[in-house]
């Protein structure tokens, strides 16, 4: 049974799901419950990097290989996920722990972004291929439409070296470690060290390249903070 709020949730989105278990599952974070959405948002990134590069291959006819997977990125980023979020009022409707909670997690960005990617390999599971995509057309229609294909468009790692290049700082030191959460799921860990900040930055994604591209991220905002 689900509750008023996330049926609200699915008119904003216009879906309906056949098995409501999927949709509670989609918006229950691991702090919460043993069943969260870790494996659906796995699938659920998947799905939307092919939709994505699917509707810019058609898109942009004439754009190279480079400037597709620039674009591509540059809207299944976290931060373009956690705005989608937001605009669907997202974190009112999270499943999460107590401890998550207290902490405000219903605001965080990575915990919103997450779970869109969850609820869209909900509605993979529950509806199809069709459905999904339809869904990620429509959440992706003004940006898909604003974008200018001459804009340089570059991921956050590429970005964060080329600012530290640019004032003769070295180069950024990654490290990746796989972490194991309590029902065994595989999560990424990545930590990211530059001279100019004091602290080691750390950022999870459900896979190696995407925890970088997080943690090199949190380093701009922090960076780009302090100039």
Known sequence: MITPRQKQLCK?????????????????????????????EYLGD????????????????????????????????????????????????????????????YRRESILADTVEALLGALYLDRGQEEVKLLILRLFKERLNSIDVNEVVKDPKTRLQELLQSRKHPLPIYSVKEVRTDNNQPIFEASCQVGLLKKVVVAQGSSHRKAEQKSAERVLTLIEGKL
């Open 46 to 105: 998947a799905i939307l990097s092919f939709v994505i590069a699917d509707a810019l291959f058609i898109q942009f006819p004439q754009a190279k290989e480079g400037k597709l997977s620039r674009l591509r990125a540059s809207l299944v980023k976290g931060v373009t996920l956690a705005e989608i979020a937001r605009e669907l009022d997202l974190g009112e409707v999270l499943i999460l722990g107590p401890g998550e909670l207290k902490s405000g997690g």
């Open 12 to 40: 904003q989105l216009d879906v309906q799901f056949n098995d409501t278990a999927l949709l509670q599952q989609a918006l229950t974070h691991r702090s919460a419950a043993s069943i969260n959405n870790e494996r659906l």
